[in-house]
C-alpha cells in the first residue's frame, strides 16, 4: 500500500518568514496530493491539493509543487502569521481509490 | 451552512460497552468516511461508504462497525472488542468518485469526537 512519510515533525518560524513542508510517496500511481490545516480540538480543513498533471499550484500566501519523477511533494507558507500555527498533513491517493493516505503531521509554530 | 456534524464532542466508554459516535452532513455528499487520529500519527482510515446500504473495511476496521441507513448518517460504533479506543475520530465526506468520472475528490471533515476510556 501507500507510505506517505512527512518531515519536519515540528517546524518554528519567525513571523513573516516562510515555512516548508515536504512529503515523499511510495506508489508510483498516486495522483492527487491534498494538503489540509488542523487547529487545536477541530477536524482537518484542505487548504489546497494538486494533481498530478500539474508541478506547482498558488492559492495566495500557499503554494504546493509536486515532483513525479522523484515522489515528493511540498507545501510552502509565505509570509508566515500567528494565524498559520497548526498542524499539518499532506496525504496521497491513487485515481479511482476512496482512501487518502495520510503522513504524520508537522506542528508548525509561528513566532510573533 | 452545509457541513458535517459529529457528536458528541467527548464520550467516555466503561469496560465492556459499545459506544457509537454521530456523523451527519447535508453536503448531499454519497461517500462518507471514518478515521481514527492517533497523538503524533497520521489518519488511519476505519470504514468508508460509497453510497447507502453499502460500506467497505479501511486500514483498521477490527473492533468498529458502521452503518448507512441514509444519506446524510453513517454512525460508527466501537466495539467492546476494540481494546484501545482511545483516540479522535473524525468522519468526513466526499463526492462519490464515480459521480466524477473516477478523479479524486476533496473529502471534507466534521470536528471530532474524542473517545476515552474509564
Known amino acids: 500500500g501507500e507510505n506517505v512519510e512527512q518531515h519536519p515533525s515540528t517546524l518554528s518560524v519567525q513571523e513573516g518568514d516562510s515555512a516548508v513542508i515536504k512529503c515523499t510517496y511510495s506508489d508510483s500511481a498516486s495522483n492527487y496530493f491534498p494538503w489540509y490545516k488542523q487547529e487545536l480540538g477541530k477536524g482537518p480543513q484542505l487548504i489546497i491539493d494538486i494533481r498530478s498533471n500539474v508541478g506547482e499550484k498558488k492559492d495566495q500566501r500557499i503554494a504546493v509543487t509536486l515532483n513525479k519523477t522523484a515522489k515528493h511533494f511540498s507545501l510552502h507558507i509565505t509570509e508566515t502569521q500567528p494565524e498559520d500555527s497548526a498542524v499539518y498533513f499532506c496525504a496521497a491517493s491513487s485515481i479511482g481509490d476512496y482512501k487518502l493516505s495520510f503522513g504524520a503531521g508537522t506542528t508548525v509554530t509561528v513566532r510573533a | 451552512d452545509g457541513g458535517i456534524t459529529q457528536s458528541p464532542k467527548y464520550l467516555f466508554r466503561k469496560e465492556g460497552q459499545n459506544v457509537t459516535l454521530s456523523c451527519e452532513q447535508n453536503l448531499n455528499h454519497d461517500a462518507m468516511y471514518w478515521y481514527r487520529q492517533d497523538p503524533g500519527q497520521g489518519l488511519r482510515l476505519i470504514y468508508y461508504?460509497?453510497?447507502?446500504?453499502?460500506?467497505q473495511k479501511g486500514d483498521i476496521a477490527e473492533g468498529y462497525s458502521v452503518s448507512r441507513e441514509k444519506k446524510e448518517s453513517f454512525p460508527l460504533t466501537v466495539t467492546s472488542a476494540q481494546k484501545n479506543p482511545t483516540a479522535f475520530y473524525l468522519c468526513?465526506?466526499?463526492?462519490?468518485?464515480?459521480?466524477?468520472?473516477?478523479?479524486?475528490?476533496?473529502?471534507?471533515f466534521g470536528d471530532g469526537t474524542r473517545l476515552s476510556i474509564l
Open positions: 468526513a465526506s466526499s463526492i462519490d468518485l464515480q459521480q466524477s468520472g473516477w478523479g479524486n475528490q476533496p473529502q471534507h
Open positions: 461508504s460509497q453510497i447507502v446500504n453499502d460500506f
